[in-house]
Each structure stands twice: as structure tokens, then as C-alpha cells.
């Protein structure tokens, strides 16, 4: 998942918007995640599949979410970071 910082938002608006049509990124500030910017079709997908607001534990999740987030998962298990593009 990408990262930007929220100067980069503020600076590169064009950049940041286009790479969250094709994937949420991550919006931090001072160096640290406080958002999440995806397309309008992305967050109507995963609202639709689940409560966007639920926490699950481990092995809980839905088949559908976890087809979202399966491959990060992964990535970040074998010790990727977090700046990889998707």
C-alpha cells in the first residue's frame, strides 16, 4: 500500500488522488497512519460486503474482506514494508 504524508496531499493532490483510484494509501502525518484515501467504488465494495466500522479477530473475518487484505497480509508476514506499491 502506498504512503503519503499530508503535505504530499496538500502538494501533489493529482499524484496521491491517482494512485488511491487504483488502491486505498495510507495519509500520514507526522510520520505516523491517520488516514485511509480509496476510490468511491473501492469503499462501496467493502461496505457492501461487511460493516465498514467491525473489527475481527484473527481467522474471523469474512471470505471477502480477507480476499481484500490477504496478499498485504502476506507481504508484511514475510517482512515487506509498508511503502510497496500494490
Given at each position: 500500500m502506498?504512503?503519503?504524508s499530508t503535505h504530499d496531499l496538500n502538494k501533489l493532490v493529482g499524484e496521491v488522488t491517482d494512485a488511491a483510484t487504483k488502491a486505498p494509501v495510507i495519509i500520514t502525518r507526522?510520520?505516523?497512519p491517520r488516514f485511509?484515501?480509496?476510490s468511491y467504488e473501492h469503499?462501496?465494495?467493502i461496505s457492501a460486503?461487511?460493516?465498514p466500522r467491525r473489527a475481527y479477530a484473527?481467522?474471523?473475518a469474512?471470505?471477502?474482506l480477507m480476499g481484500l487484505l490477504g496478499d498485504k497480509i502476506a507481504k508484511l508476514a514475510n517482512g515487506?514494508?509498508?511503502d510497496d506499491e500494490p
Open positions: 502506498r504512503s503519503f507526522h510520520r505516523k485511509i484515501m480509496m469503499y462501496q465494495r460486503t461487511t460493516d484473527a481467522g474471523e469474512p471470505p471477502e515487506e514494508g509498508y
